[in-house]
Each structure stands twice: as C-alpha cells, then as structure tokens.
C-alpha cells in the first residue's frame, strides 16, 4: 500500500537523522536513568511502608512509572524537532509531494516510538541490577503501552509545533502540561499515600490509570481489571492523539 | 495550457482582520514557456504560486495546473509539478544525496531510479563530489542547487521556482540562469517569481507584473518595455549655452517626448532612438554645434514598472516583511 511505503520512507530518513545525531535521545533517556539512581533510593522505607507485603522491592514500584514517563516525556518534546524541520523548509517540500499527509506524520511518529522502545529498554536493563523482577508478558505488554502512549504525546506535541510554529509558544505549553500530568500520574510516588482529594483528582487524569495498569502487568497480574483499564486508557489516548495529529497535517496551514 | 487560473484570491486571516494579499489573479502559462512573475516584496507573487502549488487553498477561484484541477485533483497536482520554494527545503544535518533520494522516492520514483537521477542532476547542476556532504556544509550557491535538484528529481513538467537567485553572487546567478534555460531546451514549462528586472528580461518569454496583489500588466520583455514610449537619448553638450538650440532641433523629431534641459544636457524619448540619431546628428552638426557625446538607452523593466504602477522597483524596501508574515 502507498501509504506504508511512504510511512517507511519517511520513518526510514527520521531514523537515519536520529541515528547520525543521537544527542537528543541520549538526553531525553538521561532523565529517567537520574531519577532511577538519584530518586528510586528515597522510594525504600516508603515502598515497604505501602506495599502491603506484595512487593518489598521499590523498584518494582518504580520502575513501571518511570517508563511510562519516558513514553510521555520523551515522546512530548519531539515537536521542537519539527519546528526545526519546518523552518528548514522540509515540512513543506514534504507537503508538495504527492506523499499522503498521514505517512508525513506517521512516519516520524514511528521514529519516536522505536527511540523510545530503545530507551525503555536500556531503563529496565540498567534496573535488573537493582532488583527489578517481572513476568516476560507483561514487560512485553508495557512495552506496547509505553509504545502507544508515545504515539499519542509525539503526534499531539507535532499538532501543536505545526500550529505554533514556535518553540517559544511549544517550550511553556509543553510544561505547563507536563507538570500537572506528572504530579497527578503517580509515577514518583502512588496516588494512595495522598490524601483524598489529591487521589480523587488524580482519577481524572488517565495516565493515572495507564501507570497503575503497568504496575499491575510488572507484577504478573495480566489479566485483571487495573491492566485492562490501562490498556483501554492508552488505546483511547492514541486514537484520540493520532486523529488530532493527523488532522493537523492535513490541514493547510500546516 | 500547463497554467489556467481563473480569479484566484487568497485572503490571510490575521489579528487584526484580514488582509488580501492576492485580489483576483487570472494567467495562462503553456506548454514550454518560462513565464516571469515580477513584483515587489510582498505583490502577491509567492501566495500565487503556492496557491498553484497545493501549499494553500485560494480564498476563491479555480484553477488547472499540469492538466488537474486545483480544488478537486490536488495530489495530481503535485505529481506533475516541482517546487523550489525561496528558504531551502534540506535539514542542515541531512546527508544532500539522502534527501534528494527520500524526496524523489515520496513521488514514488524506484530507489535505484532516484539515486541515479539524483547523481546526474548534481552533474548537471555542478553539484558533483557533493552527493555525501551534510547540507550545512554547503555554499549558498550549492544549497541553492541543491534545492533545484530537490524539485527536478522526479522529472516535473511543469516547475515553480520561487526567487530561484536571490542572495547569489552575480556569476552563480548568471550560472543558475543558464540551467534555468536547459531546462526549458527538454521541454519543461517554467513558472518563476522574482524581483529582479534582469533576471525577468534575461530569463523569461513572457512576463506578469505583479502589484498589490493583481496583475497590472503582462507581455513579452519587449512588448512590456515597448509602452514605455520610447528609448532614452541624452545629449552632452560642450556648452550649456547651446541647449535651447539643440532642444529646438529635439522638437522638430518625429515621435520625440518628454524633452528636458539639465544644464548641459538635452534628455528626451523617442521610439527606435538609435534610427534617429544619425539625422539628429546631422542637424547638430550643420549649426556647428559641439557635443561630448550621446547615449542612446532601451528602456528597462523598470521603466515599464514605474509606468504601470507609478512607483520603482527598487524602492519598495518597506514592504519587504508583509508577504513574508503572510506565507
């Protein structure tokens, strides 16, 4: 089909990009390996605290968070690198091509999602030295969440570069979503060790729910409805990020 | 006809309401013509052409471009054209050959077939040994050609160049002109924008000028500079104090216009200037009167701009940001 060619073509020229000048996904894993090493520690006498004998390692805990972070952190600042693009005037070589709009996007959100496939899996790599234990399947089954969940914040942060065009207007909208998303999500600490009405408005955001749900997988727990939550939260979050996406580019004044 | 556009007008939407940068654009291209969009900074010229080019969609009117219709068949559209826009269209950190290919192939020219096109188009456009640089590494001039591969490399017939020499030196102008003219000898059509007069005489068959956003006048080189009325003579005088008498003589010319005295120079138009003078001459000469010399001038591009329009191209600096905001 001339839509996946086209997809593999401009996938296969962001990844050889990628690839020659890997700075940038060596800073956006960088993040998550510091908090590993320099926050995970603090995380003990909680863990043990809060776990209600089910885990006593911190990590297991831990770990699932972060790399839900990665897929969402990783993934929301790809749009600086398209503001680069467009200011170099590839988007719009791109765009007087006959290529479909959707392969201009899906083919660099697919970039994004194989960087950040590789970064989780340094992550978890650098973890098993700290103890990190968990089931193949649900390591796997992460991996997929992660990978959507990617999807959804690149295609929605390159929506937002092309509308803005701007990394002046992208740095502080970005934050200003980042923070509140990361706070609420529980990836540093879990939600039920807050009080009600921060556990409460953390039910609304549904990153909440995809961590909790790949905390269940990391425990084996593949089947049961925190999981399935999950699945379905990231299922909806790349739906609706991807049409948000696409729509973006097929939209003139992209 | 490669171009048929009809009533194109491309409103942009801004604070503080909006503003018309293209109001009403009919043109005709055909087959094999290199046709010359000339206009200040900020006419009309580039929102025309990406309107042409699928980039934006006209406010209102239609449109044929490449033998499809502009509103109904855009990808067809695109699959005829090429496009060189005015800012480059390479990332800096891009390998020139890998972004030839991967922009051919998105027209679905085989790999084999697009790195061999590509190959020869960097022979063709003095690109050689380049095909491995990183695109920053590039001269201005290079990147420039680099761009022209870009939109040549699926082999359009029908080309947009947008200010295809602006910020070259004058021999790589000089240089890009002569490619722009081989392109033509193989049959493309040839769509440009610029605001240099020369380049629009040197290069094109047939010109619109461009202003404010409508077409104020449209011919050939020679037919535009024809409505101007005539070829500039300039008389010097060895003495100042001879002027009326030669100006009498001026008078008396067929056709002659617009006659002036600064000092020791007599000024006037006249159609064929050069067939005149040896009478003009002549006549001088039987008074006795003594001359340092004479010039005789075409009348320029520019001339027939600040005919129609009432202003010069050259002095249109203020408006340079406007179609920039806009596009």
Redesign the interface.
């Known amino acids: 089909m ?1 839509v996946l060619r ?1 997809t593999w ?2 996938f ?2 962001s990844m ?2 990628t690839v ?2 890997p700075m940038w996904s060596v800073l956006m894993l960088s993040q998550p390996l510091l908090y590993l090493f320099l926050f995970g520690p603090l995380l003990k006498p909680i863990t043990a605290q809060i776990s209600q004998g089910a885990t006593t390692n911190a990590y297991q805990v831990f770990i699932p968070g972060l790399i839900v972070q990665l897929g969402m952190f990783g993934a929301m600042f790809v749009g600086f690198g398209l503001i ?2 467009y200011r ?3 988007i ?8 479909s709009r959707i392969a201009l996007m899906a083919g660099r959100v697919l970039r994004d999602v194989v960087v950040l496939i590789v970064q989780s899996v340094v992550l978890l790599v650098a973890a098993l030295p700290l103890g990190l234990r968990a089931p193949w399947s649900g390591v796997l089954l992460s991996l997929v969440i992660v990978a959507l969940l990617g999807a959804t914040f690149a295609s929605l942060s390159y929506s937002v570069a092309l509308i803005t065009k701007s990394e002046d207007a992208l740095a502080p909208l970005l934050n200003g979503i980042a923070m509140p998303l990361l706070l609420l999500s529980g990836i540093l600490l879990p939600m039920q060790i807050g009080p009600t009405w921060l556990q409460r408005l953390s039910d609304i955001s549904p990153l909440k729910h995809v961590v909790t749900g790949v905390r269940a997988l990391f425990r084996g727990d593949i089947a049961t409805s925190a999981s399935l939550w999950g699945l379905f939260w990231v299922v909806l979050l790349t739906v609706i990020g991807l049409a948000a996406g696409a729509r973006t580019f097929r939209k ?1 004044s992209a | 006809m490669m171009i048929e556009a009809r009533g194109l007008v491309r409103t942009f939407k801004t604070k503080r309401g909006s503003v018309p940068a293209v109001q009403g654009v009919d043109l005709q291209v055909a087959d094999g013509e290199i046709v010359g969009f000339l206009g200040p900074n900020g006419a009309g010229k580039t929102t025309t052409m990406r309107m042409l080019a699928t980039l934006i969609t006209p406010t209102s009117g239609t449109a044929t471009v490449a033998g499809c219709d502009l509103a109904k068949d855009p990808v067809g559209v695109r699959r005829g054209i090429g496009y060189v826009p005015q800012g480059g269209s390479t990332l800096p950190e891009a390998i020139a050959g890998d972004e030839v290919v991967d922009h051919a192939r998105l027209y679905g020219v085989p790999k084999r077939k697009a790195i061999a096109d590509g190959q020869r188009l960097f022979e063709e456009l003095d690109l050689s040994g380049l095909w491995q640089r990183q695109c920053k590494t590039l001269s201005g001039g290079q990147r420039r050609r680099l761009d022209i591969v870009m939109g040549l490399v699926h082999d359009p017939k029908l080309i947009f160049l947008d200010e295809p020499t602006t910020g070259l030196d004058p021999q790589a102008r000089a240089n890009l002109w002569e490619h722009i003219r081989q392109l033509r000898r193989r049959g493309a059509t040839i769509f440009l924008t610029t605001h240099y007069l020369d380049e629009a005489d040197a290069l094109c068959d047939r010109i619109l000028v461009i202003d404010h956003g409508k077409i104020v006048a449209s011919g050939t080189p020679e037919e535009l500079k024809q409505q101007v009325s005539g070829d500039a003579v300039r008389i010097d005088l060895a003495d100042a104090g001879q002027a009326p008498a030669v100006s009498k003589i001026v008078q008396e010319l067929d056709g002659a216009a617009e006659i002036e005295t600064d000092g020791d120079v007599v000024g006037f138009r006249i159609p064929r200037g050069g067939s005149v003078l040896p009478l003009l001459l002549r006549q001088i000469d039987a008074q006795g009167i003594e001359l340092h010399g004479v010039e005789v001038h075409r009348p320029t591009l520019d001339d027939v701009f600040l005919t129609v329009t009432g202003r010069s191209l050259r002095d249109d600096s203020g408006t340079t940001t406007k179609e920039e905001a806009a596009a």
């Not at chain 1, 719009?92 to 006959?98: I, K, L, Q, S, Y």
């Open positions: 001339t086209e073509i401009v296969h020229r050889r990009l020659r000048n680069a693009e170099a005037g590839v719009e070589a791109d765009r007087v091509t006959p290529a003139e």
